[in-house]
């Protein structure tokens, strides 16, 4: 917006002042509606979808024009405790092969007509073990959430955020423990595929950062300092700026989701301008979702990150917005409509 957040308590001065959807576009949406050609409800959650959008975009039909996919990636210094099945430079590697348009991401961006852009934040400093310390100061915590608020394009109608970093998963599993409550068995998944005793040493490490930070992490601007990861407080920095200036937001996985339990932990409508795009195989996904009460549009078993699942959901959302634009009223299709059939 006007500047970079300077400290937390701009962030919770921002957070505070959070602009509410327009009330006349989807009214005029809904009336639209009504006089489509078929019957009241039978698009299911595709009319909803449609009244979400026009409500954020603030206009009563809704565009799909400019959507941006956004991905951040990062290094966490817990992996240093062995929570993950590849290597720490699989980040940079995966980073190399975005740019070179050959991950599932590329394809999914190609097939919608997405602008897709990549930030790596700071690859060769991962944050510190937040099993010894807190993942980073707050200097460098508000440095990559205003990364994430200066990479929301001027001009968006649907924002997708994406993540890559070996180890974030754990990272995401600590915070929304933090932040929501429950052990770490509730939280820690497989992940990139731990299981037996790499997955239960998973849980010993998100354990042993709840202990450490205890009571330090209630607020949640702290727990995303001391638990969190470059890439996550990107992702809630660009969900804060999409929300003030009214974009909608298509939701990804686990990774992403943590992002956002951090602004609705600061404002419980904080999340009100998303939708989310697809639920992850990660379990703490379903449990995430239901905490931040929101309704997946997919459940396909996906769990890759980079914005997959979201992107994959893109194509309900373009349906959704076909059928309302695009659809005859029953006047204009000479169709007699419900009352007149009577």
Same mark, same amino acid.
């Given at each position: 917006?006007?500047?970079?957040?300077?400290?937390?308590?701009?962030?919770?001065?921002?957070?505070?002042?959070?602009?509410?959807?327009?009330?006349?576009?989807?009214?005029?949406?809904?009336?639209?509606?009504?006089?489509?050609?078929?019957?009241?409800?039978?698009?299911?959650?595709?009319?909803?979808?449609?009244?979400?959008?026009?409500?954020?975009?603030?206009?009563?039909?809704?565009?799909?024009?400019?959507?941006?996919?956004?991905?951040?990636?990062?290094?966490?210094?817990?992996?240093?405790?062995?929570?993950?099945?590849?290597?720490?430079?699989?980040?940079?590697?995966?980073?190399?092969?975005?740019?070179?348009?050959?991950?599932?991401?590329?394809?999914?961006?190609?097939?919608?007509?997405?602008?897709?852009?990549?930030?790596?934040?700071?690859?060769?400093?991962?944050?510190?073990?937040?099993?010894?310390?807190?993942?980073?100061?707050?200097?460098?915590?508000?440095?990559?959430?205003?990364?994430?608020?200066?990479?929301?394009? &001027?001009?968006?109608?649907?924002?997708?955020?994406?993540?890559?970093?070996?180890?974030?998963?754990?990272?995401?599993?600590?915070?929304?423990?933090?932040?929501?409550?429950?052990?770490?068995?509730?939280?820690?998944?497989?992940?990139?595929?731990?299981?037996?005793?790499?997955?239960?040493?998973?849980?010993?490490?998100? &354990?042993?950062?709840?202990?450490?930070?205890?009571?330090?992490?209630?607020?949640?601007?702290?727990?995303?300092?001391?638990?969190?990861?470059?890439?996550?407080?990107?992702?809630?920095?660009?969900?804060?700026?999409?929300?003030?200036?009214?974009?909608?937001?298509?939701?990804?996985?686990?990774?992403?989701?943590?992002?956002?339990?951090?602004?609705?932990?600061?404002?419980?409508?904080?999340?009100?301008?998303?939708?989310?795009?697809?639920?992850?195989? &990660?379990?703490?996904?379903?449990?995430?979702?239901?905490?931040?009460?929101?309704?997946?549009?997919?459940?396909?078993?996906?769990?890759?990150?980079?914005?997959?699942?979201?992107?994959?959901?893109?194509?309900?959302?373009?349906?959704?917005?076909?059928?309302?634009?695009?659809?005859?009223?029953?006047?204009?299709?000479?169709?007699?409509?419900?009352?007149?059939?009577?």
């Amino acid at each position: 917006m006007d500047s970079e957040f300077k400290n937390f308590d701009d962030i919770r001065k921002a957070v505070a002042r959070l602009p509410s959807p327009d009330s006349a576009a989807p009214s005029v949406a809904r009336g639209r509606d009504a006089t489509l050609t078929k019957p009241t409800g039978s698009l299911g959650r595709l009319e909803s979808v449609v009244f979400h959008l026009a409500g954020w975009q603030r206009r009563a039909i809704p565009k799909l024009d400019a959507i941006h996919i956004l991905i951040f990636a990062a290094n966490h210094g817990v992996t240093a405790q062995g929570v993950s099945a590849f290597p720490a430079e699989v980040t940079t590697q995966m980073v190399a092969n975005f740019r070179r348009g050959g991950a599932a991401i590329n394809q999914l961006a190609r097939l919608h007509d997405a602008a897709l852009t990549i930030i790596p934040l700071e690859l060769e400093r991962p944050t510190a073990d937040f099993t010894s310390a807190p993942a980073m100061s707050e200097a460098e915590c508000l440095a990559a959430i205003n990364a994430g608020a200066g990479a929301v394009p &001027e001009s968006c109608d649907l924002l997708l955020l994406g993540e890559m970093g070996i180890g974030n998963t754990t990272v995401a599993a600590a915070l929304t423990a933090s932040l929501l409550g429950g052990n770490a068995k509730d939280w820690v998944g497989p992940g990139t595929g731990v299981g037996g005793a790499a997955l239960a040493n998973k849980i010993r490490v998100v &354990e042993q950062g709840l202990r450490l930070h205890g009571d330090s992490a209630r607020d949640p601007l702290e727990a995303l300092r001391r638990l969190g990861g470059r890439e996550l407080a990107a992702m809630f920095g660009a969900l804060l700026e999409a929300r003030r200036r009214s974009v909608p937001v298509l939701l990804d996985g686990f990774v992403v989701g943590a992002a956002g339990a951090v602004l609705a932990s600061l404002n419980a409508t904080g999340l009100d301008h998303c939708l989310a795009g697809h639920v992850s195989a &990660e379990p703490g996904h379903r449990r995430l979702l239901e905490a931040l009460g929101q309704s997946p549009l997919l459940d396909l078993g996906m769990r890759l990150g980079e914005a997959s699942g979201a992107a994959t959901a893109l194509g309900v959302l373009r349906a959704a917005v076909a059928c309302h634009a695009g659809m005859a009223t029953f006047a204009e299709a000479g169709v007699s409509d419900r009352d007149q059939g009577r």
